[in-house]
């Protein structure tokens, strides 16, 4: 984890956009879908990135070269942000700013709308990663409620705070793989919750918007939340 | 709530890598050593951050591995982050800060010390869930249920203490 303050992180890039008179969310959109290998159409990828404040860090800022994921504490101050890095050295890192008096949990799509949401549905679709809560707004349509706790696990933390938004029942998606699998199994058994565990058509929601078939079994498959 | 600059005062003062060879008895090799909350096999997984004084370690879990003095303390005695505040202004001789929050004279009654925040934490939970609050009270309470800390005070005084009392009494804890 990086000592580097995420909200001047995002203002200094908001300024380069700015100077260069960029846009920020036809670029970032457009390297987004070339980063997932999506063939999902931009219009329908930019509410989401929108919505989710992400947005391409160029080069030009140090540390830039990377796709940036704001992570909101629960006053919606930007505390967090994940970073990930691309060519030539692909990798994620957390960055945060001066610490926190206080813990509360780590959420990626936790912004008002969506917590308004939750607390008037009372449920709430868990995917593993950023791209996965991309994915599923895109094929949703950016109504349902969607979050990722950054990993495959509602820890006891992450339990408490959707126990605090009233939600009783939670539908996870998690990758189809062996470690997503187990934690979906594990996790059906012990979350105070009623729990749906939903199967992934392909590898990762993400990995769903790269094929028609898998991203039209998707939007099946989320259709009846 | 415990004031933040009463937290970074303490991190100002106090050498956290000297700190935890007190408390914890920590051999360091370099800036890293073993890491005295969970089991590990390097023997090397936390290290010392000279520029900012806080610790990482990179086999605890995400998010409870960033370390400054207060939360070792906490974190090692098992105590809540006021609690931890206090003993280190005490025993470090640190000059407290006059930027005390209204809860800190609240927070010095040894009456409900006796009450841990896990428990009072979990009865709050369980009330929200009984009350049929609307969004935005929802929203607003769960705000304060995060700021505060790991102070039950404030959590109890929302409940009000007759409903925390039944409450903690229907769930099996005995209250003197």
């Known amino acids: 984890m990086k000592s580097i303050n995420p909200f001047n992180l995002f203002e200094r890039t908001k300024?380069?956009?700015?100077?260069?008179?960029?846009?920020?969310?036809?670029?970032?959109?457009?390297?987004?879908?070339?980063?997932?290998?999506?063939?999902?159409?931009?219009?329908?990828?930019k509410p989401a990135l929108e919505k989710a404040m992400v947005r391409w860090i160029p080069k030009q800022i140090v540390p830039g070269g990377a796709f940036f994921f704001p992570i909101?504490?629960?006053?919606?101050?930007?505390?967090?942000a994940q970073l990930r890095y691309l060519d030539p050295d692909p990798h994620k890192c957390l960055v945060h700013g001066s610490l926190p008096d206080h813990l509360s949990p780590w959420w990626f799509g936790?912004?008002?709308e969506t917590l308004i949401r939750i607390a008037e549905l009372r449920k709430?679709?868990?995917?593993?990663?950023?791209?996965?809560?991309?994915?599923?707004?895109?094929?949703?349509?950016?109504?349902?409620?969607?979050l990722s706790p950054l990993g495959k696990e509602l820890k006891e933390i992450h339990q408490k705070d959707l126990l605090l938004l009233g939600v009783k029942k939670v539908q996870l998606l998690l990758d189809f793989d062996?470690?997503?699998?187990?934690?979906?199994?594990?996790?059906?058994?012990?979350?105070?919750?009623?729990?749906?565990?939903?199967?992934?058509?392909?590898?990762?929601?993400?990995?769903?918007?790269?094929?028609?078939?898998?991203?039209?079994?998707?939007?099946?498959l989320l259709s009846v939340l | 709530m415990i004031s933040q600059l009463r937290?970074?005062?303490?991190?100002?003062?106090?050498?956290l890598k000297e700190l935890a060879s007190e408390i914890a008895g920590i051999k360091w090799k370099g800036n890293v050593c073993d890491c005295p909350f969970h089991d590990s096999v390097s023997k090397t997984s936390m290290k010392y951050y000279h520029n900012d004084?806080?610790?990482?370690?990179?086999?605890?879990?995400?998010?409870?591995?960033?370390?400054?003095?207060?939360?070792?303390?906490?974190?090692?005695?098992?105590?809540?982050?006021?609690?931890?505040?206090?003993w280190l202004e005490v025993t470090y001789n640190i000059k407290r800060l006059k930027e005390v929050s209204q809860n800190d004279e609240v927070d010095d009654e040894e009456e409900a010390e006796y009450l841990t925040f896990a428990v009072v934490s979990d009865i709050f939970i369980k009330w929200m869930n009984e009350q049929n609050f609307d969004t935005d009270k929802r929203l607003r309470l769960r705000k304060i249920y995060w700021d505060a800390n790991n102070d039950m005070l404030v959590l109890a005084n929302i409940i009000g203490k007759t409903t925390l009392f039944k409450m903690l009494e229907e769930s099996g804890y005995e209250i003197n």
């Open chain 1, 178 to 220: 062996k470690a997503g699998q187990t934690s979906a199994n594990i996790q059906k058994e012990s979350l105070p919750f009623r729990v749906q565990r939903m199967i992934c058509p392909s590898h990762d929601p993400s990995d769903c918007l790269i094929v028609e078939s898998a991203m039209k079994k998707l939007s099946k």
């Open chain 1, 72 to 80: 909101y504490d629960h006053h919606n101050f930007l505390s967090l």
């Open chain 2, 53 to 86: 004084n806080h610790l990482h370690c990179f086999g605890c879990p995400s998010h409870q591995n960033h370390f400054d003095a207060v939360w070792f303390v906490a974190k090692f005695n098992n105590w809540n982050i006021s609690r931890a505040i206090k």
């Open chain 1, 15 to 45: 300024a380069l956009y700015e100077a260069e008179c960029i846009d920020w969310l036809d670029s970032s959109t457009k390297r987004f879908i070339e980063f997932r290998n999506w063939i999902v159409e931009p219009d329908r990828v």
């Open chain 1, 124 to 146: 709430v679709l868990i995917v593993e990663g950023p791209s996965d809560v991309l994915a599923c707004r895109i094929a949703l349509g950016n109504s349902y409620p969607v």
């Open chain 1, 110 to 112: 936790n912004d008002q």
């Open chain 2, 7 to 15: 937290r970074q005062n303490i991190s100002d003062h106090i050498d």
